[in-house]
């Protein structure tokens, strides 16, 4: 089981690492390790013919989940469908989801939690090129 781990944190950033996405079971929260204040991460990983022990809906915040690794069944409410590495689900508020993963390797993901209808200006229309000499 590995931890969350802050490698380099500055007044205007930080930097945390769970280590291998594959190398955990369970679930790992980064936003106390991030100090993120518009969306909690988590990352996921369900070994073989294992769900989330229990379905759950959010009240405000709606949930997109992208899975890395695997393949398995995502439903929400009474619709079930196939999932696998590349895919990426969406689930708005007040609606039960769970997913299962059903291919022998774990079926790892990533789930990012936000504020439904927050999302106002982004990539372009919120970014702006500035003009720092690179030290990369
Ligand atoms: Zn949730």
Redesign the pocket.
Known sequence: MSDVKVLNKGIKFAHASIGSVKGFEGKQFLKDATGASSCEI?FGSLPKGASVPFF???KA?E?NYIILSGKGLFQVDDNVFDISEGSVVR?ATDCD?NLKCTSDEPMCYV?I?ALEGSLGNYTMTDAEITERESRL
């Open positions: 988590s759950h809906s959010h915040n949930e689930v989801r789930c939690q």
